[in-house]
Antibody
Framework: QVHLVESGGGVVQPGRSLRLSCAVS????????MHWVRQAPGKGLEWVAI????????YYADSVKGRFTISRDNSKDTLYLQMNRLIAEDTAVYYC???????????????WGQGTMVIVSS | EIVMTQSPATLSVSPGERVTLSCRAS??????LAWYQQKPGQAPRLLIY???TRAIGIPARFSGSGSGTEFTLTISSLQSEDFGVYYC??????????FGGGTKVEIK
C-alpha cells in the first residue's frame, strides 16, 4: 500500500517558522519527484513547490519563493517543507503529492497525503 | 503563468444524468491536463491525466477530452458518490503548475 503521511502542522505566529514532513511508504521514494500543494480554508488548490527525484532541482510558486524550502532525504523516505517568515496568507492544509511519472518532474499528482493544517495567527 | 478557468462554478445534477465539466487554459497546454475529484475533508484524487487517460481504479463513467486550450470532463451517468469538487490542472508550462478554480457537483 502506498502511503504519504504529513506531519508538523499547527498554529504559529506571523513571522515564525515551521517545518512540515511527509513520510512515504509503499513505493521507491527516490525514483519520484515530489510536490507540496496547499489549500486555504474554503478555497481551491495551489501548487507550492516541487523537488526532483534526486533533490537536485527545486522550483517554487512566486507566493512562497524566498521563504519556503523544499527538501528530501531519500535514505529516510521523507519529504520536507521548511516554511520561514510565515504570513496569514500561508494558512492552509498542506498536502504532499507524488509526481505520477517515475524519474520525471512536473506532471500530474497521482498519490496524495491526507494533509496537515497550518494556521498562521497571532 | 497559465491561467485555468473552469465552468460552471456549481452544478446540481440528479443521479443517472450525464455531466459535462469544462476547463479552459489561457494558452495551449497540449494534452498535459489532469482532472481531480475532491470530497469534503479528503485529499484530491487523480481521475484523468494526459487529457483523456483514466488513472488506475477510476470507473469508466469518467472520461476526459480536449487539447490545446479547451477540455472537458464527462461523467456518463452520475452516481451518488460522485459529488464533490472537480479541479483541472495543467502541467505543460511550469513553474508554476496551475489549477482551475474548481466546479462543485451537487447531487440534486
Amino acid at each position: 500500500q502506498v502511503h504519504l503521511v504529513e506531519s508538523g502542522g499547527g498554529v504559529v505566529q506571523p513571522g515564525r517558522s515551521l517545518r512540515l514532513s511527509c513520510a512515504v511508504s509503499g513505493f521507491t521514494f527516490s525514483a519520484y519527484a515530489m510536490h507540496w500543494v496547499r489549500q486555504a480554508p474554503g478555497k481551491g488548490l495551489e501548487w507550492v513547490a516541487i523537488i526532483s527525484y534526486d533533490g537536485n532541482n527545486k522550483y517554487y510558486a512566486d507566493s512562497v519563493k524566498g521563504r519556503f524550502t523544499i527538501s528530501r532525504d531519500n535514505s529516510k523516505d521523507t519529504l520536507y517543507l521548511q516554511m520561514n517568515r510565515l504570513i496569514a496568507e500561508d494558512t492552509a492544509v498542506y498536502y504532499c503529492a507524488r509526481d505520477y511519472l517515475e524519474g520525471r518532474s512536473g506532471n500530474a499528482f497521482d498519490i496524495w497525503g491526507q494533509g496537515t493544517m497550518v494556521i498562521v495567527s497571532s | 503563468e497559465i491561467v485555468m478557468t473552469q465552468s460552471p462554478a456549481t452544478l446540481s445534477v440528479s443521479p443517472g444524468e450525464r455531466v459535462t465539466l469544462s476547463c479552459r487554459a489561457s494558452q495551449s497546454v497540449s494534452i498535459k491536463l489532469a482532472w481531480y475529484q475532491q470530497k469534503p475533508g479528503q485529499a484530491p484524487r487523480l481521475l484523468i491525466y494526459g487529457a483523456s487517460t483514466r488513472a488506475i481504479g477510476i470507473p469508466a463513467r469518467f472520461s476526459g477530452s480536449g487539447s490545446g486550450t479547451e477540455f472537458t470532463l464527462t461523467i456518463s451517468s452520475l452516481q451518488s458518490e460522485d459529488f464533490g469538487v472537480y479541479y483541472c490542472q495543467q502541467y505543460n508550462n511550469w513553474p508554476p503548475l496551475t489549477f482551475g478554480g474548481g466546479t462543485k457537483v451537487e447531487i440534486k
